[in-house]
């Protein structure tokens, strides 16, 4: 049990039925998994899209052996067809005006169609492709050469260039299949040239591309296993929805006239142009059945198309939503928690429980605390321990797919039960927030002062513009930004700057109670100290209560009152600053703290192995398996918390409580050994 | 074959550096600049645009087994520092050597070579490895590139002795791994053996630590000791964090907008910072340890533009104890007016600032400023203004700066004392050599 595994990996250590020669295989199966996992109406979109195109391939493939007479035939045993007949046993979509079987001709319609197609496909992605990929990787002149080009066929009417082209090619090359293939091509090589340099655009800054370099890499390697290998996705998709449209212009050269020579192939288009003087006569079929089969097709194509996106677009997948309901026992469990003298916030056995494939991740899984008025509670933990996870479950902004459970009681109000109207309301003038990356936060096209005053008309609609002036410039004023200033756009700021804007933006509405999640984590350590300043006079000047959350013990040591440390989705200790600091109850604060490196390390400290899954945590207290002072108890009941001194709490069993420990429950637990393959 | 690499290392782990003996890595003067795109008309016309000075006048050597820590913020020139010296960025000026030859200014096809003895560690495990290759494919893809190995056994067998030496193990676990089945901490173990495999004999390690858990960051730094110490390693260990730099550097380098502004033994920058900046770097380092509090009069501002620096000394208009050659120049009067109106209420915002005109003159750097002075308002009027300034704050470094202060016909001109550009110096009297860039060590300039 103790062996953590890694995700996607089964207990024998290998993905089944795969030997380790496999690795193509391999590479195989990752790229399919994600087609076969996709669930619901995009899988059933994908698979039909994909049943329709199977189907007509079959046909253009077999087509001599599938209809029943030649696209040209219209004769047979030597008696002629009929002329404009319409369906019938033996001709079963009717006959032409020269007397052509239909049926046979809309096979061989999706023969010519497929061929063109696919050279068509071919040529471009052949041409388009390496093209993009030099231009993203290279940049310089050579890009700029061929960007013009390529936006130049771009912006030239697609049909009007395919005309162009088949005309000239036509009157020198003749008008088969070949042609019509490459006035396509020319026409969609821009397409997949766009598509893979804008993808190489942004797969080149990425490290292991300088990886790749600095380990001296020529540049076709670093292009090809580097930068082509991490593009390539992007590809499939734009060939299948481009195949689609190639058969929509296909049908439009030969329905002019232009396509293909009609004594040469069949062609849907150029049968449906036909068709419209019948159709005038009252001859439905003979346009009817084409038309059908080029909708048919298109629709099968993009489908496939819709699908593959859908499926590979990691924006567009949509996680599997089961509906699933918290355990009854697992909502009763209550948690303890320091209580206080009239707390803004009171939180009682909080539970943030996502929904993922492999069952629900309990992300919080029941987490008590308080905080009064002018204190700042630090939140600290390390990645995987939910401490981001509860910030944003406090206030609603979870992701489609998560549910909460407990309470969060805020001015008389539970804010779990609240809706997302109420909690509209409250976001903002009673509950602010500050978040880790100030860049991304602001709006680039809206000015400092619009930020302001959006804000305060939102929740004051009658306030006027002096008001605003002479509020925004308080709040900048409190985190020092000059009122000069007041009118920049956001790019015109440090990032620290930004910062201290987000900081007064959340304060201008004079929240009672403040969320910062991670406020310094991107800044440098100057800047990070100015921001803890201000966020420790805010405190002083608005009364405001401020929950920070971090993972750095030092920014808790420095400015918070309290601190509440969090492991695998539970609050294991919370107590006063200097309490928790100079006497850690909890191992894993222990552990935590000696392996924080100051600058009074003296010696390495690490702890062994790895935050656990919390889609199964371990049973008992969660972090028996990598504590050095775990008992039998700690494996088989979860440990209940306990006051140790006043407001000091803390979820250990080796502070009891003694009744309920069981007679044999204090003796050490046998740890097994935790190796590299375990580790964080 | 490759194994044999690292054997020969072994006898060279134990010796200390000597400071007589060729140094491993010798930077001279090095500068890296970027130039900046510009308008669509200044390129149009030819006009200079401008340049990022990145890295402008780096001086430094390193020897054979010592580890120096390049510490400093974003924007101080590290991060490109280290990739000149690997060839990843063009060098603009200077030199480098490593081992007596000159490696700046080699092509491509010149340098490849080197590349099996100068290894890169990156910061961000998640993006560092390829994700379209297994941890068997990208730390044996050195192997191929420089035909190290021949054939897929041979390759095997060195990846999984790599792996071994930096505890992936059971190798057979991770051979066919993805990285993104990894943990955080295994994929910068993955990323170490990768640099390993050839048996470098310096690796520049950029911020490895950083964005691992702090209960993985010690295993990681020890892991690394290990390896210097069993392959005869040099690291350039390139951060932000002085905490873990002091407990891994032999020698800090601390820099600050392109140029190194203090530099020496570890022992002696931690225990007797020198430079304002250094001295900043420190105290603002938040302690676990509630008694400790940050002094709350650190350095106020950021790390300015590295296309148009400051004069001078880079730092002075945040140094709170710059003095007259630091470099006092048009845009620290423009910084001083905005600071102090943020203190202000609106009301005495407004009336200050209608005797101010237009700041945009002062943008430009210059150590004579026209300040305008606004409509209805007087020469004299402003240069009172100016005057109370001066006497609400007196410690403000700024005006020690200030030569005169000259009403004219249309605005007050600010005249600066001429700054002068500090150089790295060597600190007299100490027990272990350091060097400082900075004006209040020079004797002739510095006051008292």
Known sequence: MATTLLPGEFES?????????????????????????????????FWTGATITLVFVVLAVFAPEIAPYGYNQYVAHGIRFPQQAPPSAVHWLGTTVVSEDVYSRVIFGARTSIEVVVLALMFSVVIGVPLGLISGYFGGWLDRVLVLINDSIFAFPYLLLAIVIAFL???SVGGGVLTAAIAITVVYIPQYFRVVRNTVLSVREEPYV????????????????????????SVPVVASLNAADAI???????????????????EWGYDISRGIADAQAGFWWTGLFPGLAVILLVTGLTLVGEGINDTFNPLLRRPNHRRFAMPKDAREATTAAVEMERPVVRVRDLRVWYATDRGPVRAVD?????????ETLGLVGESGSGKSTLGRGILGLLPVGAIRDGSVDFEGRDLVKATQQEMRHLRGPSIGLVFQEPMTRLDPLMRISDHFAEALHTHEPDISDAEIRRRSLEALGGVRIPPTRFHNYPYEFSGGMRQRIMIALALVLKPRFVIADEPTTALDVLVEAQILSIIADLKNNFDTALLLITHNLGIVAESCDRVAVMYAGRIVEQGAVADIFSRPEHPYTQELMRSTISLSTRKLHYIP????????PPSGCRFHPRCPQAMEVCRAKEPVGIEIRPSHLAECWLHG???????????????????????? | MAAAHWNARRSASQMRPDPATLPLLEVHDLKVHFSLRGSFLQRMLGRDTGSVKAVDGVTFKLQRGEVLGLVGESGSGKTTLSRAVLSLVKVTGGSIAFNGETISGLSERQFRPLRKRLQLIFQDPHASLNPAMTILDAVGHPLRIHHIAKGDVEVRRLVSQSLERVGLVPVQRFLYKYPSDLSGGQKQRAVLARAIILGPELVIADEPVSMLDMSVRAKMLELMGDLKRDLGLTYLYVTHDLATARYFCDRIAIMYLGRIVEMGSAAEIYSKPRHPYTKALLEAIPEPDPSHKVPSDLPRGEVPDAAVPPLGCSFHPRC???????????????????????????DEYLRERAIVGGLEGLDSPSTEALIPVGKGHSATELAALLDEHRRSTPEDPFWRGVVSVEPRAHGVTVRFHDHVTPELQPVADVDEPVEVACHLYRPDLAPG
């Open chain 1, 609 to 616: 192995g790895a935050p656990p899954d919390l889609a199964a």
């Open chain 1, 210 to 233: 300088e990886a790749g370099r600095a380990l001296g890499a020529k540049p076709r390697t670093v292009i090809r296993r580097y930068v082509f290998a991490n593009v390539v996705h």
């Open chain 2, 320 to 346: 709170p104890r710059a003095f007259w050659p630091c470099g006092w120049e048009s845009r620290d009067l423009h910084s001083m007016l905005e600071e102090r109106w943020a203190t202000l209420s609106p």
């Open chain 1, 657 to 680: 409580p003694q009744e309920e420990i069981p007679p044999d429950g204090r003796r050490p637990l046998e740890r097994e050994e935790i190796g590299i393959a375990d580790e964080a």
């Open chain 1, 13 to 45: 250590g290998a993905v089944p039925g795969m030997g380790p020669g496999d690795e193509r295989l391999r590479g195989l199966h990752r790229a399919i998994a994600p087609l076969m996992a996709v669930h619901g109406l995009p899988r059933w979109l």
């Open chain 1, 366 to 374: 029941g987490v008590s605390f308080e905080i009064r008025e002018r």
């Open chain 1, 169 to 171: 090619l036509s009157s």
């Open chain 1, 248 to 266: 929509l212009t296909l049908a439009a050269l030969s329905f002019l006239g232009i396509g293909m020579d009609p004594s040469v192939a069949a």
